[in-house]
């Protein structure tokens, strides 16, 4: 059977290509375009910006592949861009069945289905529940006919009705699931070898209130937090290397490295023994869940260090969000640790040579200018390789979004049809006491002023200062993206030749005692 996958960006490197490298690649919906193609179905995969021509890209699919099912994700601020989609489909074959699976139709499930754009949502895991799916609309006349399948929600349109089928367990054994297929993302991305990432495990132990974890825990029996065996993703890097010989860098993908030391350590030792016997090791980064636990022993950091750069882990990014330690205790549940624990194992990380990356959250419900400038001074004291800032945007579902909500912050419905939701995490959406929405943009953009004048050129800390501001405009960005990376690769080709000038010039002296110079050449 003929199926559609479509995935969303807001901002995007080019239409034709939305991606610039493979770290981009979402696993979700990876995983179940895996599984169709492994039962026998023909997947099309499209990467729809708001740019995408709908009608030369879905349409044209539609008029000439005649396909029975389209399967659409999506996170909360997704979420108007598939709907565009999806109603696009049902208007050239009302007979196609449309279903949606993510964090939005998982987290806001009922709001969702009722609305009746979606003939069915996953809510949880779907990897199984899409097989049966496509199984049974590829056996039925008409959708009435559907067997119950466990995760899935029905919109049955004659009767106006809908139908909640039960909630699988959660997957326990993950290795039982195949390696992503990436060569169907190729097409859509401008470099398939950069940084590719693997995802190591699914869940994750702690309850951080703007995550959406805590709400996915809820929604089925069996343990959350899982790990994929090291043996495993050592299988998947080689997959990797296998299809894109070209990579030099992988990215870990997982909430919480660090937070089980033994899975954590295992792998790191099956990295670093898969390295050893690579002419060129492969560099890899990861995320890291820092507690004053583990900083209570000096020894247990440095082990830790020490595990990660026999690795080659050249990148670490730790969650700070907010440099309140009241806002991250109070507000946030993040795991505990200090500010200058924090700014401790930035200094230690220095001396292994690993750069460690900052996650800022900022424009948190209960969040002060005073909390903020808490978050500038620590960030600055521990001068990360680099952050990533984002303005807080409520996911439905959330602990955090029910509490911007029930302060009357925001309306539920503007976070999924407000014009806002097109700069996810660029532009403030919630006016607070003695920290206004205006306030919070300034912020978001002079933060690298704050943050790293006079550790910095001046230079690089306008341009991001500039990037800032253009984040809240994802067309404008898009643009400022391709002219960055079209601007890098002419200056990485032009470094290229400056560094190697004196060895070019001592190959092009061989050449011309082979064959003359060109004056020689030209006089023959």
């Known amino acids: 059977m003929n199926i559609g996958c479509v995935y969303t960006v807001d901002t995007y490197y080019q239409v034709d290509k939305p991606f610039s490298s493979a770290t981009e690649i979402p696993f979700g919906i990876s995983i179940i375009i895996t599984v169709l193609e492994q039962h026998g179905h023909n997947v099309e ?23 029975k099912l389209f399967c659409y994700t999506a996170v909360t601020t997704q979420y108007w861009q598939v709907k565009r989609v999806a109603n696009h489909v049902k208007e050239l074959n009302d007979e196609i069945f449309n279903v949606l ?15 009746g754009i979606f003939d069915a949502i996953c809510v949880g895991e779907g990897e199984s529940a899409i097989i049966d799916l496509a199984e049974n609309v590829a056996n039925i006349s008409t959708y009435n006919q559907i067997n119950p399948i466990n995760n899935l929600w029905y919109f049955d349109r004659e009767k106006n009705n809908i139908i909640k089928n039960e909630s699988a367990s959660f997957r326990q054994d993950l290795d039982d699931l195949p390696y992503i297929n990436r060569n169907i993302w190729d097409k859509w991305i401008d470099n398939p070898s950069d940084f590719p990432a693997i995802l190591l495990g699914r869940g994750c132990p702690f309850k951080c209130t703007y995550c959406s974890n805590h709400a996915m825990a809820k929604l089925a029996e069996g343990k959350y937090t899982r790990f994929r065996s090291p043996e495993n993703i050592i299988g998947e890097i080689e997959n990797i290397l296998e299809n894109y010989e070209n990579v030099e860098r992988i990215y870990l993908e997982v909430e919480t490295f660090g937070a089980n030391r033994k899975a954590s350590f295992a792998i790191f ?12 090791p492969i560099n890899f980064g990861a995320n890291l869940a820092l507690t004053s636990n583990f900083m209570s022993s000096e020894e247990r950091c440095h082990e830790l260090l020490t595990k990660a750069k ?17 806002m991250r205790k109070e507000v946030l549940i993040r795991p505990k640790y200090t500010n200058d624990e924090l700014v401790r194992f930035c200094n230690f ?10 996650f800022v959250l900022m424009g948190l419900p209960g969040e002060t200018i005073k909390d903020y400038f808490e978050t500038i001074r620590t960030a600055r004291r521990a001068q990360p390789y680099t952050c990533y800032v984002s303005i807080f945007y409520p996911y439905l579902g959330t602990d955090l979004a029910t509490e911007a909500l029930n302060l009357g ?8 049809t407000n014009d806002l939701s097109k700069a996810e995490r660029s532009r403030a959406i919630l006016d607070l006491d003695g920290f206004s929405s205006n306030r919070i943009r300034l912020e978001y953009i002079i933060f690298w002023f704050r943050v790293y004048y006079g550790h910095w050129p001046i230079t690089k800390v306008a341009f991001k200062t500039a990037t800032s501001f253009l984040k809240a405009y994802p067309y404008v960005y898009s643009k400022l993206l391709y002219l960055r990376n079209t601007f890098s690769i002419l200056s990485n080709i032009v470094n290229y030749y400056s ?11 061989k050449f011309d005692n082979v064959i003359g110079t060109r004056e020689d050449v030209i006089k023959e």
């Open 45 to 67: 995969l499209f990467v729809i910006t708001p740019e995408t021509d709908l009608e030369t890209t879905v349409s044209n699919y539609i008029l000439t592949k005649n396909p």
């Open 101 to 115: 699976g993510g964090h939005h139709a998982s987290l806001d499930s009922d709001q969702v289905i009722k609305e």
């Open 269 to 280: 030792d099956m990295l670093a023994d898969y390295n050893s016997k690579r002419t060129k």
């Open 310 to 326: 026999e690795a080659n882990l050249k990148t670490i990014n730790i969650g700070l969000e907010s440099g309140s330690e009241r």
């Open 349 to 358: 990380a220095k001396g292994y040579d690993i750069k460690v990356i900052f």
């Open 409 to 416: 912050l925001v309306h539920a419905r503007d976070l999924v």
């Open 499 to 509: 560094e190697n000038k004196r060895t070019l010039k001592g190959y092009n002296r």
